[in-house]
Each structure stands twice: as C-alpha cells, then as structure tokens.
C-alpha cells in the first residue's frame, strides 16, 4: 500500500506528518448517491476503501447516501448494517416500518425510521463530528440546492431521504426540505466545495436505464387489458372488519399487474434522477466514480441488505486500482519540490 493511503498524520495534517520533500496526502471526498434500499450497497463500499487504507476526509451524501454517510462519519456504521440484517425475513417486515397517514403531506409519516436513526445518532451535531459532512436537500418552494452542514445529523439525513409525496418535508430553520436526488443527485460539487481535492463517487443508478430511447408510434393494446376483479361482498358490506391500513399498503405497492403508488412514484423518481445524475455528472465528473451493478434491486428492498451490500464491495474491489493510481498521480507535490520558474 502506498505510504500517500493512510490516515491522518499526528500533526493533525490529512497524511504523513510533512516535511521538506515529503509526499502530503491529498484531502479525500467521497459523493454518495441517493438509490434507497440500494444506498446498503454504500456500506460494502466504505468497508471495502476502509480495509484498503483509503479513508476520506470529506464525506457527502444525498437521499440514503447522506444516511449511510451520516452514520459512517458518526462511527455507527454498524448499526445501519445490524437494522438491514435484521430485515432477512422478507417485505412483511419492511411493513411494520411503513406508518400510513392520510393527512399531511406524505403517504408516509417517517416516524418508525426517524427513530431508529434517534436511536443511532441521538443529538449528535454534524458541526462535532470527526469528519467534514454534508447532506444535500432540496427547498420546496425555491428548487434551492441546501447542504446542511450544521445542526442535528438526524434531521439533516430525513431531510436529505424525504421523497416527495412518499415522506413529509422536513422544517430545518425556516426552509421546507425534500429530498435532494431532485437536484443533485451524486454530490460531487458539494464535495469539492467542501475542500475535497479527490473526489470518489459512488452512483447507484448507472445500469437502472442504459439508453433510453423513443417510441415514436404507439396505442391501445388489440385486446382489452382485463378488469380488476371486483371486490368480494364481503369486504363490502362490513368495511370495518378488513384493515384500512393494510388495504392501504397494498394500494402502496399494487396487486394484480397493477403498479401501486410507490411503484408509480418511485419509477418517475428513478428516470428523472437518471436524468440529473447524467447532466451533472458529465458538467462536473468525479475523478474515480464507483458503480455497483444494482438496477435490478428495488427501492423497497431494504430486506435484501446481504446482497447489496457484497454488491457494493464487488464495485468498490474493481475500482481499488484506479483510486489507488489516481491518489499517486493527483498527489499535491511535495513541500520544497514546487517546480521551478524558467530563470
């Protein structure tokens, strides 16, 4: 490993401590993208670069990246890994954690997750972390980009996941926030901004659509789609008896071919974050991009943790040379070596 991959330095410098000719280690960003369940595909990423001596300086994160992120600068990493592995069992335990709510501005209340997140982080400041963070959101009424980079963590990470019509908006001082894939969805900017002269970005979203294309003729299919079976009599003559929230949850994810509301929502989500991510990652690249192959998971696969992460680890394995090659290369020249002027 070369020697440039440690970790901070005992002078409190980003690497070895430095002298006349002595090689500083560049400051380390790391950009993660928003994705949902497929954001656990971050967590075999940072262990994968952590294992081999890359251990960034800045982290940024959107939507689950800024939850993973969060939690990693935190140090509670785990605790994230521990939840998703308690989930094995299948979606009914994804279920419990789903409180529908028909007021408000979300289908979803967010107060099961909120406060396993509670849980982890506590009052923990993004200003008191050991690291630099940031979590990006979106402010409703403006479309304003927000990188919260004090304040509570865990209101700065719900603010960052609070997909729109799915999870209320989170007031953090006098601002409505959603979730940030609306307008950044792989942070690079915000990484760079924060002083990261490296940055490695992972994209959740590369192989969700490869090349989208356009139909340019299209109509009614030659034989009548079916209709939904109508309703037992039963179920409607004592409504009472069958659980409004569980009708409501099936209506969430759909039943019979029909796509439920998240399903609707989410794949609107993906195509217009696809959209961003490709225009913003092409005006302003990360120097190493890391692209876990995860389109074929959901984004309410939080119970298949396992796989994705080994996804991420897999990704994270592949790129370990090129990370490595541009960390010696993009090195800040050593103290006393600057070129010289032309005399």
Known sequence: MLDILKGRGANGSNGEKIGLGTTRR??????????????????????????????????VGTSIGAVVGGLHAAGRLDTLEAWGRSLQGGMRNILGYLD??????????????????????????????????AAVATEVRTG????????????????????????????IGDRWL?????????????????????VIAANLSSDIFTHSTTIYSHGAMPVPVAAEPEEPTA????????????????????????PGISSVMVDAFNIMQDRITRARLAGDPPDLLITPRVGQFGWFDFHRSEDLI?????????????????????????????????A
Do not use: C
């Open 235 to 258: 179920k409607r003559r004592f409504p009472r008896l069958f659980s409004a929230e569980k009708a409501m949850k099936r209506e969430f994810f759909g039943s019979g071919g029909r």
């Open 26 to 59: 560049p400051v380390l960003g790391l950009a993660l993208g928003g994705g949902a369940a497929r954001g656990f595909a971050h967590i075999g990423i940072l262990r994968t670069l952590a294992a081999n001596g890359i251990v960034p300086d800045v982290v």
């Open 144 to 171: 304003h980009e927000i990188w919260l980079t004090r304040g509570r963590l865990v209101d700065a990470m719900r603010a960052s996941y609070a997909l729109p019509g799915i999870f209320q908006p989170m007031l």
């Open 310 to 342: 080994a996804h991420g680890t897999r990704a994270a394995e592949r790129a370990l040379d090129s990370i490595q090659e541009a960390i010696a290369v993009l090195a800040p020249a050593p103290a006393g070596n600057a070129p010289k002027a032309d």
């Open 178 to 198: 959603v979730d940030g894939a609306l307008v950044n969805p792989v942070p690079v900017s915000a990484a760079r901004a924060l002083g990261a002269e490296i």
């Open 100 to 133: 529908i709510r028909l007021n408000g501005s979300g289908l979803l209340g967010g107060e099961k997750l909120a406060n396993r997140l509670e849980e982890a982080v506590g009052e923990t400041l993004i200003e008191d972390l050991p690291i630099k963070f």
